[in-house]
């Protein structure tokens, strides 16, 4: 009788254990700014559907892990500090820099950064007036006495100054930045591509901006995941880069298309 009661108590613990890590939960930040089709809604509220991009290739990667994902909006940097300080388990879409190991993990192999595992590419172009040709030719600003801004926090704040010696605007987020552009107030806007033509859409102005043919920077954007997670759950967090990869081969063209469409 005895060894029965063992046994049940046995299973019970077991299936406990078991159900309470299937249904696990996390949490991700990510950007309290309107950046379609990868983040939608500009606010610390999250919509649990047409979230944008980012966020729905997240919760299905997680899905596949077991774990369930509560997400959270904040400005970028509290993101990213969030992130070092383990009150996050990650948060996307991160640009690989090498500082930034410090602060979380990124997909690996064989001691290099796996861009097989990446959420997808992008490229940031020069938003500029149609009707001026900002002096970018590609590789460098032909004038250096030339107004660009981009979002403050950005890797192109860093790579403008560094690269180009040229101090951004970072005073505006995107949708403002672009209207001064359209009112030739800001020489150029660098932006995502595909963000910027739909906040240019979002406010009729996407007869007067354009972006350049040269991109300024391209770059392929990670999931990024605090090392306090990393470390507990390394399995699922393999995982969940593993899937995205397969995601992005599969579903990514199919929501890029739903989101741009509206």
Sequence with gaps: ????????LF???????????????????????????????????????NSGVLVDLSR?????????VDFVRRPWKRCMRMVEQNKAAGMFGVIYRKEREKIGRYPFK???IDPSRRFLSVEYPVFHHKDITVSWDGKSFISKDIKIGTPLGYD?????????????????????GLALVAQKKLD??????NVGLQLLRKQNLIEKVIPHQSPFKQHNLYLFLSHGFYESHTEEAEKVWTS?????????DELMRTYLSR
């Excluded at 009788?1 to 049940?8: H, Q, R």
């Excluded at 950007?31 to 649990?48: I, M, R």
């Excluded at 150029?188 to 591509?193: A, Q, S, V």
Aim: aromatic letters at 10%; hydrophobic letters at 40%.
């Design 156 to 176: 192109t704040v860093k790579s403008l100054k560094i690269e180009h010696n040229i101090d951004a605007n970072i005073n505006f987020l995107p949708e403002k």
């Design 244 to 252: 995205l990869a397969v995601l992005r081969k599969t579903v990514l």
């Design 60 to 68: 299905k990667a997680f899905k596949e892990a077991g774990i369930t």
């Design 110 to 112: 064989s001691g290099e």
């Design 11 to 49: 299973f019970s613990v077991l299936f406990t254990f078991s159900s309470a890590h299937a249904h696990e939960k996390i949490t991700l930040c990510y950007e309290d700014q309107d950046y379609p089709p990868y983040l939608v809604g500009a606010s610390q509220g999250v919509n649990n559907q």
């Design 188 to 193: 150029g806007y660098i932006l995502e591509k």
């Design 1 to 8: 009788m005895n060894k029965f009661i063992t046994l049940a």
